[in-house]
Structure formats: structure tokens, C-alpha cells
């Protein structure tokens, strides 16, 4: 199996296979680390595919999120609108909460990223006073909106202290969906319906890994519609 050296291989692969998860998967469906060595990860060299992840949001090559069974993963802007199409939920943010199927967090974390744009998850913690018993529902709502494609991963950037001043780590920046990809993008997912989309990704699947049956697929999508 051909190994991807480089950030332009990996955009060009992403392309091909239409949607790609980021790791190995207990289906067997070819990932990022099935293309790569593993001398290549955490290097934070220009071959590092971790940084690869980033950069693809970030330039808008390919969006990252976690979505197939609240895995992270690359799709590809041909097949984004698919995407949005079967997995976005038809009532808007407002109308899911007020139906009371949207979480608490996931709520407020939206409104967040509507008023001011780009947060990352320093930013958003602060903003909604985060305490420690409470990390594991902030990070639960960042993966529900994910998986309902409200918003996406953008990029990332590093913390601020009080002064202003850089510290730490890179941590990852969010934002809504509408923001990251095009009005074309989200036009074009208006074209088919949801039943339709979601049987492309399946047909998809299939012909990227045969022998998958239907309820392996559905495990692999973890969405049931």
C-alpha cells in the first residue's frame, strides 16, 4: 500500500476516497494511519499527518470533525454537501432546543461561535465557566455538534493568558458550519434528501470496502435514520 509523505498527498488522497477517518477502525475501512507510517506522527514535521488535520480545515481543503460514529475524520468538499444533507437535522439550532434534543452545552457553545466567530476550546471553556466536573459534557457537546454538522474544526491556535500573551499547546478553533464551507456548499445540500444522501454514503462505502455488510456499515456511520 502506497504511504503518503506529504500534505499535498494526503489533500489529493482525501479527494479521492471522498471521506476518509482519521484512525484505524475495528471495520477495516482505510484511515489516514493506514496510508502513513507510524515514525511519521507527533513529529510536528512537515510529514506529521497530525498536523495535516489542521492544515486541511484551516486552508479549507477538506473539513475534520468528528463524525462518523463521533470519530474524527476528513470529507472532502465534493462530498460535503452529502454530508450535510444526511446528517445536519432539519429544524434550526433555535427549533432544536426549544423541542429540548439539543444539550445544554451544545446549546450555549453555539450561540458562542454565532456571535463571535471563531473560538477555540480555551476560549469557549472560559466563556461558559467550565468547572472540572463539568469537562466531559463540554466535550460531549462539542462532539454532538459535530455529528449534527453545526459546526466544524477550523484551524488551531494557541492559549492566551491574561496579558494577551501566547502559552502552551495549540488547542483546536471552531466554527459554525456555515462559516467554514461556501453558500454553494450548502446550497448544493439542498438537492437531494436526507434518504438519498445517506444511501450515497453507504453505496460509497461499499465500493471503497465490498464486504461490508449493511449492519457493519451502519456501525461505522453510527447514524440511524
Known amino acids: 500500500m502506497t504511504t503518503l509523505k506529504t500534505y499535498e498527498q494526503a489533500v489529493e488522497f482525501v ?19 493506514d496510508m502513513t507510517s507510524p515514525s511519521q506522527w507527533h513529529t510536528n514535521l512537515s510529514c506529521d499527518p497530525w498536523i495535516w488535520k489542521d492544515k486541511m480545515a484551516f ?23 452529502v454530508f450535510l444533507s444526511y446528517f445536519r437535522p432539519s429544524d434550526s439550532m433555535e427549533g ?26 480555551h476560549n469557549l471553556r472560559n466563556m461558559l465557566h467550565i468547572k472540572r466536573e463539568e469537562k466531559s459534557k463540554f466535550r460531549n457537546a462539542l462532539i454532538e455538534l459535530q455529528i449534527k454538522m453545526f459546526i466544524t474544526v477550523c484551524g488551531v491556535s494557541q492559549k492566551e493568558n491574561k496579558e494577551g500573551l501566547p502559552y502552551g499547546w495549540h488547542v483546536t478553533d471552531y466554527d459554525l458550519v456555515e462559516r467554514w464551507c461556501s453558500r454553494e456548499i450548502c446550497h448544493q445540500s439542498l438537492e437531494f434528501s436526507a434518504r438519498e444522501a445517506g444511501k450515497m454514503i453507504k453505496d460509497h462505502i461499499r465500493k471503497n470496502k465490498p464486504d461490508m455488510d449493511e449492519k457493519e456499515i451502519e456501525k461505522f456511520i453510527g447514524i440511524y435514520r
Do not use: D
Open 15 to 33: 479527494n479521492h476516497m471522498g471521506f476518509l477517518p482519521l484512525s484505524r477502525n475495528s471495520c477495516g475501512y482505510i484511515s489516514l494511519a
Open 59 to 81: 486552508e479549507n481543503k477538506a473539513a475534520y470533525a468528528k463524525i462518523f460514529s463521533k470519530r474524527p475524520m476528513f470529507v472532502s468538499l465534493k462530498w460535503y454537501p
Open 96 to 121: 432544536l432546543h426549544k423541542k429540548g434534543v439539543i444539550s445544554f452545552y451544545a446549546y450555549q457553545i453555539y450561540k458562542l461561535l454565532n456571535e463571535f466567530g471563531k473560538l477555540n476550546t
